[in-house]
């Protein structure tokens, strides 16, 4: 009798190895390898035996564009690329307690109007979720709901002719298929309760959305495991001490990725935000040293947000630094280049900083304004009144350009603010473009070509005398 296999398999990235140890060889994550029963035979060749010939087929022909589902809930909508399609999955991932469940309820009840949506939950009973519909004021919604975790169950009730419009799955991790030994959870058991459900939902033509937690531990597989399955992937994100979330597309096979939906959790479920600058900025204190406006760019939208530092003299042997929302190996760049190129002494310093709101940047045009933060932290002085900064600084100190400008300086405009710091456009392009440089009504705009040239924004001042930062605390 052949001993049985078994085999250990990372919850986060998918490796197995046949050795159990501390650390993934997949992805370097600690505790995360589960002992799985191995597949029941291994791979074999294809043994000489003939298949099918291939039909191959050119690049254009009649294919119809895919129908849509939009829900009406527009924030939703747009980060799907315009509403979901039919037998295509979604999987939504986020942390625990940030507001999925909540969301989909909203999207389930929202859509109920033109389609038939089913919500199965294995996660809450369905008292639970009534309740919640009542507090979500949807209880009038025609949404079919069930409490279930066997996707054998879910399948033969769903494999029917007239069966729904979209389908959601709250969550993929409670979900088992039976005739597998590992508990639900597990990678072997996410990866082919998916399968099954994704393959139902291209056969029937229904849109199937998937939730997936994101799991810090490793005791249950994570979202990304199943990434590559599913044709759209969004992660809901946000601070739980904030009440905004971010619904964020990281990949879409039918519309464009880093699109964001922006909410605000409210007692009676999410609402959609639609003047997101207007919420990220609504805390901000006015002219302090040590904040800059950056105007960034989310997907198609421009939003804009306040940068926040703090440079104080350490009394550690290493100075510490502390970033929240933003890369911290971006900000010792930064640091590195205006240490070098324009002199400033950080080296002794701590520095903290900030992105207010709890948003996270990743866009390298926030460098400018994370840089003019600091200069303005480390000076005292503030930034000039009603300005908006971006562009991204290379490791010379020159400051490079970014996209869509026209679109930041709308925003900036449009939320009262009067002067940008913007980099210089490139050489060469000037006049090639239509409608030449940048302009946005009667807004000031002054053009940086190095990181030495933010330093006049703070010694322009009153008689060039740094003012000491009285308005804090
Ligand atoms: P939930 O949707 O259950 O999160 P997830 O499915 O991602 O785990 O939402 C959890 C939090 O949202 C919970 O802490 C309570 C809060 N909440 C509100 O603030 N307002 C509401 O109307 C609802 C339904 C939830
Ligand atoms: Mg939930």
Redesign the pocket.
Known sequence: MAAKTVNYVCQKCGASSSKWSGRCDGCGEWNTLVEEAAPESAPKGLGGKKGHKIKFQGLKGETEHPPRQISGIMEFDRVTGGGMVAGSALLVG??????????LLQVAAAISKSQTPVYISGEEAIDQLRL?AD??DVAGATVALAAATSVRDIVSSLDVAGGPDMVII?SIQTMYVDSLDSAPGTVAQVRTSAQELIRLAKRRGFALIL?G?VTKDGQIAGPRILEHMVDTVLY?EGDRSHQFRILRSVKNRYGPTDEIGVFE?????LAEVANPSALFLADREGEVAGASVFAGMEGTRPLLVEIQSLCTPSSLGTPRRAVVGWDSGRLAMIMAVLETRAGLALGGMDVYMNVAGGLKISEPAADLAVAAALMSSLSGVPMPPGTVVFGEIGLSGEIRAVPQINARLKEASKLGFSRAVIPTPPRSKQGATSGGSPSQGDMKITEVSRVEDLLALFSDGADNQPRKHSRHG
Do not use: N, Y
């Open positions: 986020g942390d625990p307690g940030i507001g999925k469940s909540t969301l919640r507090r979500l709250d939730v937690h809901f959790m409210t007692g009676k479920g």
